[in-house]
């Protein structure tokens, strides 16, 4: 069972092996008392007044304490981040990092935002890590890029990929979860893959282009695409012309 966990960990790519590794070493440190939440959870004050910036990035690193909440979190993290690295984002590390920078720049956003918005600011005062609404977003950004695949919940009743974010959100308000959480993750994930997806097939244009100091902490491996046996392919139009 001990080599089976650690060949799994092993074959997680680098940043969904490294994300994981920091939420549970946070979260087990607090657990522990090793750590204060205190000095982890999102405070745009302290990070103002007092240059505590790295609650910027604890803040996405904590997912409360050790339960079955915690278990089914670092389920879906561990799934949806490896899904996504290994697939949509396969060979651009560096994209899937900035995918992720842009989803924890557009939460803390609209959380400080909406704390200083009338009738809404005691709403969004409560919600002060944002770990699971980042998880949520991976979720949704899959389920986008992914939406006509089957899945099953819980055994009860089969649908389409398309569908597992709202899944999700009614499972959450069901057991009594805040939806505040789920639905900000789905405003995040929509921004980004109406950015990155849906906004350049428009218009031919792509914002989010990875900028290249970003490009460079990463070594990316090219991907490699096998070509298919027997097939010939046709000469390039300037190798007709020049073969006249």
């Not at 984002?89 to 918005?117: C, E, K, P, W």
């Not at 099953?152 to 398309?162: E, P, Y």
């Amino acid at each position: 069972m001990a080599q089976a966990v650690e060949d799994w960990y092993k074959q997680m790519p680098i940043i969904t092996r490294s994300y994981v590794t920091a939420a549970v070493v946070t979260t087990i440190g607090c657990s522990l008392d090793i750590i204060s939440p205190s000095k982890l959870y999102l405070n745009p004050k302290l990070v103002m007044t007092n240059y505590e910036f790295w609650r910027l990035v604890t803040n996405f690193l904590y997912f409360r304490k050790m339960d079955l909440d915690f278990m089914f979190h670092m389920f879906f993290l561990a799934r949806y981040c490896k899904l996504l690295e290994e697939n949509s984002f396969r060979g651009r590390t560096a994209d899937f990092f900035y995918m992720l920078l842009f989803g924890a720049s557009v939460l803390t956003s609209i959380v400080i935002i909406g704390g200083n918005i009338p009738y809404l600011s005691e709403s969004f005062s409560k919600i002060i890590f944002l770990s699971n609404s980042l998880t949520f977003m991976m979720v949704y950004v899959w389920s986008k890029q992914n939406p006509f695949i089957h899945m099953s919940f819980l055994g009860l009743f089969t649908f389409t990929a398309a569908y597992l974010p709202w899944v999700l959100l009614g499972f959450s308000v069901l057991v009594g979860a805040s939806a505040w959480v789920d639905l900000l993750g789905m405003i995040a994930g929509h921004a980004y893959y109406f950015l990155e997806d849906v906004y350049p097939r428009m218009t031919g244009r792509r914002p989010l282009r990875t900028p290249g100091f970003i490009k460079s902490l990463f070594a990316d491996d090219a991907v490699v695409v096998a070509r298919p046996a027997n097939v010939r392919f046709a000469p390039p139009a300037e190798e007709l012309h020049q073969g006249r």
